[in-house]
């Protein structure tokens, strides 16, 4: 079956820029959560969302934000964007068990 | 607040000798527990998990021990091999209202030398 999929795979933005990441799950999960990693933090959690709605979110700032639609399918938003902001974006998908998170290869931003 | 620690950032084993990649947590709340494996470029791929009704789980060359008492966990990998070089992250899960979320530690750079 078709994993979780992600797009760009890589994108370069510039200071004060907004970016959009996309996440297509693996059909049939209705859970997606997106993740930070940095070199020094780990895989910091950002937001989950379940049938469109958000149903757990991390400490981030405003400027993270998401949503998911009808299919599943997610998008995450970072407005504003800051030098800091520089990480692989990486999203899971899951049909809600604890041990059915299944990750795509994520999103490398770089923010110069 | 770290609620995962992994304070090792990074472990060398030989070729055919055990790796232990070490794990603490300070939440009580967590009631379950796994390790995902990432290589560069990629996702991180889920390698085994635990509950805390257990305080073993084995799965082929890889052993995950739990010990409430003292809020650790530990990954035993018998016997390493070289494309077991990766950074292995350990994760948490705990009720959150009606459901779970993951919380990891930063991961551990494990190279496995031949």
């Known amino acids: 079956k078709a994993g979780v999929t992600q797009t760009p795979r890589y994108l370069i933005k510039t200071r004060g820029q907004q970016v959009t990441l996309s996440c297509s799950p693996i059909s049939g999960h209705r859970s997606v959560s997106w993740y930070q990693q940095t070199p020094g933090q780990g895989l910091q959690f950002l937001f989950e969302y379940f049938s469109e709605t958000q149903r757990n979110k991390g400490n981030f700032p405003g400027r993270f934000s998401g949503r998911q639609f009808s299919n599943s399918r997610s998008e995450m938003n970072v407005s504003t964007l800051e030098l800091g902001d520089s990480a692989l974006y990486l999203c899971?998908?899951?049909?809600?068990?604890?041990?059915?998170?299944?990750f795509g290869s994520g999103t490398r931003l770089t923010v110069v | 607040d770290q609620q995962v620690k992994q304070n090792s950032p990074s472990l060398s084993v030989q070729e055919g000798r055990i790796s232990i990649l070490n794990c603490d947590y300070t939440?009580?709340?967590?009631?379950?527990f796994l390790w995902y494996k990432k290589y560069p470029a990629e996702g991180p791929t889920f390698l085994i998990s635990?509950?805390?009704?257990?305080d073993k789980n084995e799965d082929g060359r890889f052993t995950v021990f739990l010990n409430k008492s003292a809020k650790h966990l530990s990954l035993h990998i018998v016997p390493s091999q070289p494309g077991d070089s990766a950074v292995y992250f350990c994760a948490a899960s705990g009720r959150t209202g009606s459901n779970y979320k993951l919380t990891f530690g930063k991961g551990t750079l494990l190279t496995v030398n031949p």
């Open positions: 939440n009580s709340m967590f009631d379950y």
């Open positions: 899971a998908s899951s049909p809600d068990t604890r041990d059915g998170y299944t």
């Open positions: 635990i509950s805390s009704i257990k």
